[in-house]
């Protein structure tokens, strides 16, 4: 049975990537580094360090820590409601689900600022148990440390949860966390999510575009354990 659902936040429950994007180019810039698009979609749903790592010809701790607060920095002064908001089918999945006594947590890449921000700009913060941030773990997504991370702090075992992504990280996260996962946005329909779908050799996978489209999100949940 399904008893709690770990909920990414970039791109699966808001909107951000045209801010994150923006805040990433700004900053790089600065540094002399032309940070493609394609460079970031590639990189979206990792964390920083691991980011910065591969874009710097001397990637030194403390500057990629310098650059990441600088990044994150310009991400929070993009914020406003006007800018922001919740992706389709989101809110009314939270709603559902809180009704339904299902406990909901929040795991981003993201720092905790960032997250705390967005659930505040949002109006979410009562929808949530726990906001857990990966920055300071070793490894970001697809490691799953993340992801255990949260079910220990709601004291729930893997296979009580559910994982809602939008980022093939962040579902070979959850399949390594041994959680199954529902996949949206661009990534339900992305080729390289298939090997997932079919339960071989781990968790299994549903795709669901648009979260809106889904009339009963308890039932899909059942489906999907």
Known sequence: MIRAIIWDMDGTIADTETLHFQAWHATMARYGVDYSYTEFKNGFGRNNAEILTELLDDPASDTIAKISLEKEE????????????????VREWLVRLQMA???????????M?????????????????????????PKGKPDPALFLRCA???????????VIEDSIHGIEAARG???RSIAVGALAGSPVLRPYLTGTNGASCVAIPDLS????PIGMLELAG
Do not use: Y
């Open 113 to 137: 600022a960032n997250i705390a921000a967005l659930v505040n700009v949002l109006s979410l913060g009562d929808f949530f148990a726990v906001l857990m941030t990966g920055t300071w773990l």
């Open 213 to 216: 489209e889904v009339a009963d």
């Open 152 to 162: 220990a702090a709601i004291d729930a075992s893997p296979h009580e949860c559910i």
């Open 74 to 89: 310009a991400f929070r002064a993009l914020l406003n409601p006007a800018r922001v908001g919740t992706l389709p089918g």
């Open 101 to 111: 006594g299902k406990v909901q947590v929040v795991a981003s890449s993201g720092p």
């Open 177 to 179: 966390a041994g959680m």
